[in-house]
């Protein structure tokens, strides 16, 4: 009887041993290991969302952010492809992680059959975002872009990408004048300056940084062909008007040289420090933070951080606006400009899938399916909710079908230490989401993200902005500049992998960082000659750079039109 | 065993018996030594199979990524050799290398012969633990209070100014010539109390009865220091003058790649340096493989030298 009951009980045991598995095969817990091309903070263990995936999903993270430089740490991680991160973001320098076989072919697993929110997501631009494989010549997508598949109509509230900035407090003490030209974006800088040296704490502004660090050197480079009048196509001016897309480095051409001048010039006179060229990009978001840079040219997702320090702070009037500026007529002398070319100013075009930028998945990862299911379920509107607005009744509420947030709610979400209670920016940032408006369902034409929602943009904007605004009778800061025009056929050229010229391209970065800081720190006699001498060092890797660029932007076109 | 030839009888140590037989003898420590040639072995020697792709094609990305690398020759070391930069980053990593082996064994010198003379123990041993914090810094810390101090409001600048030295602030961190001073400078700071240790427990080793007979003879302190201590410390200074001569090819990586910018590139960037965005981080591994082999050949060229020399002016050697 003794032996009966307790082989019973052995039996029982070990039947409530195999419960848990048969209930959660599929849900078996895991830890995903996140690296992030970025630098960033941590979430808190009690952060809201991350709880709310990992009980639906089984998954937790384990992020890991970009701590010096770039394609270095991408390099090193590459030389072990057994032990990749699960989720990969090679941030700006993801083709090296593509290249480098690090990254599984998504289209293994998403079709319109297995994930239709998936497929439905990149359908619209799949002839971007899908592309064929140089040797194989099989169709290959690594990475779901992390930005710009937006649903509906473009929206256009404020500059998120490149602009010349300027405080608003300068506009303002200059009476909300309209700035369209350097000469009078420097002139309103310099008038500044010479009646406040200093804010009220008694620390000394800076008139315009430049930003020089690592890949950031953009703010010193890129700035030319917005003065043409053309939106971001990184390093190169294409006149798009063109049947055959002439493509150009522009830094070597004699329609930059004013636009160096003018800086040379402003150096002279202080407005520019020579610290600028020194600074790590850390020193600057401090610096910007503090409020006392009046104006730089940069992108604004680039110094995001500073502005929300600001806004935390109270420190609207140190906000900046983003103006469009170009070359005056007299600026560039006509035989220097390029044939058939007129400046109008375009800072906005159509929204771009940001290719090849966000997660991908490593080929070292144990459960790829497993991390698109998941991608799958969260493209569905609640999860999309939960990441771009909150938790409702918590972080937002909806009245009469629409989302809105009280002024708190969204004070909480610009504040950097609440979000790593409530938000998965480190997750969220780099996976594929909605954008723009959401297109069916109760919440029919309300926006995915807070900061597009009219109610907030308009309603919740601070009294400061609101005030500025009304003084130049706008709407939004978008009006600062002109509405977006059509996305180039071959989308951004910024976008094109450099890989097949790396060497004569780091020459081409080499150059630029070594004596362009020299030429802008030029005594005025010596400017011509050093500007000279720069040209014709950097002309030989512009002239490999230009011709790879143009075939490059010619082998998009075909392929936007289905050749 | 014996030799019989020229009708002389000579008899020859038992050392002469064969290798295998004298190894048996010794067995132990022949054992003992097993896990040493090991770890020699292991990552001394194997790692040079890596060698080989100095003499592959990295060049295209998307063929390497499916293990595609043919043999190419010299061409690495071809294409470094035609770039007028990579001389130059050369030139840097030896004036580094050097100005920071004399800065560096001197100012060891002096501070372990200052120390050495100090007879309050308690103010001798702070000074030193002092002198030495700074070797536990991490780099990045280093320069980072480094681009405070030189930066052109930052206190050197403030102080040079304010006692009417210069008349405007000298923008140390952005011009080129000020570099390698620079350099020389911080590494100063940050190893001289580590480089005294080894000097000091030299000078400790000297015996005492040398100093009492310089005193006898009627020397004062620095003659005692000049013909007793330097003197003392002239195998230590020799021995590590050409351990030290065997690393001039490396001037160190991480001051130059983070103090270093875009103004002050043409005398920052060391071969390490130009490895890194040239090679590594355009995985190219062919040109960073060429470029680690083209170190290793001058370093082992240099020390040989400077122990061939060494032996000449009848000093101690390494080997």
Known sequence: MRKLLSVLLTLCLLGSLLVPFAVAEAQEPITLTVFRGDPGDQPYEDNKIYKKIEEEFGIKFEFEFLAGDLNETLGLKLQDLEDLPDLFDGGNSAEMIIDGGALINLLDYINPEDTPNLWAHIEPQKNRVITKDEITGEDVMYIIPNYGLTDGPQIANSVGGPAFFIQKQVLAWGGYPEIHTLDEYFDLIERFLAENPTNADGTPYVGFDILTEDWRRFCMINPVQHLMGRPNDGEVLIDVNKEDFPTETFINQPYAKPYYKKLNEEFQKGIISPDTFVMSFDQYIAQLSSGIVLGMFDQAWDFGDATNALLTDGKFENTYVALGLIYDEDDVPAEDMPEGWKIEEHYLNGSLPNLDRGFGISVSCKCPERIIAMWERMLDDDWQLLFNWGVEGEDYSIENGRLTMTAEQYANTQDVEWQRHNKARAFFESSPKRQGWILDGDLKGNCWEPGNQDEIVFGLMNDYDKDFLGHYGYSKFADFVNPPIELAPYGEAWQIDKAPIDKDYQDFLNIQDTQLPAVIMASPEEFDAKWDAFVEAINPSCEVYSNFMHEEVLKLVAAYYGE | ?319
């Open chain 2, 1 to 319: 065993m014996t030799d019989m030839t020229k009708g002389s009888t000579r008899y020859y140590m038992p050392r002469k018996k064969g290798f295998f037989a004298r190894l048996a003898s010794q067995w132990q420590l022949a054992l003992m030594s097993v896990p040493i040639l090991m770890y020699v072995f292991l990552f001394n020697y194997v790692p040079m199979w890596g060698w080989i792709n100095a003499f592959r094609d990295y060049g295209n990305r998307k063929l390497v990524a499916r293990g595609i690398t043919p043999f190419n020759g010299l061409d690495n070391f071809k294409w470094l050799f035609s770039r007028p930069d990579f001389y130059q980053t050369i030139r840097n990593t030896l004036a580094m290398s050097l100005i920071n082996l004399v800065l560096g064994t001197f100012s060891a010198i002096l501070l372990a012969v200052l120390l050495n003379e100090v007879r309050q123990k308690t103010f001798k041993r702070t000074v030193q633990t002092v002198t030495y914090l700074p070797h536990f810094l991490s780099m990045v810390i280093v320069v980072a209070m480094a681009q405070n101090i030189f930066a052109s409001t930052g206190p050197v600048n403030e102080l040079l100014t304010k006692l009417g030295i210069m008349k405007n602030p000298i923008f140390w961190l952005g011009e080129g010539k000020y570099f390698w001073g620079l350099v020389g400078v911080i590494n100063v700071w940050k190893e001289v109390g580590w480089g005294t240790i080894i000097y000091i427990s030299a000078m400790t080793s000297i015996d005492p009865a040398l100093y009492e007979a310089a005193s006898i003879d009627g020397a004062g302190r620095f003659q005692k220091i000049l013909h007793v201590t330097l003197p003392g410390i002239k195998s230590t200074f020799v021995i590590l003058l050409i351990m030290n001569i065997g690393h001039l090819m490396e001037a160190g990586f991480e001051i130059q790649y983070l103090l270093g910018n875009g103004l002050t590139a043409d005398f920052s960037r060391t071969i390490d340096i130009f490895v890194l965005e040239y090679g590594t981080s355009l995985m190219d591994f062919g040109v960073a493989t060429a470029a680690g082999i083209f170190k290793s050949v001058v370093a082992i060229i240099l020390l040989v030298g400077a122990n061939f020399i060494s032996k000449r002016l009848g000093e101690d050697t390494l080997v």
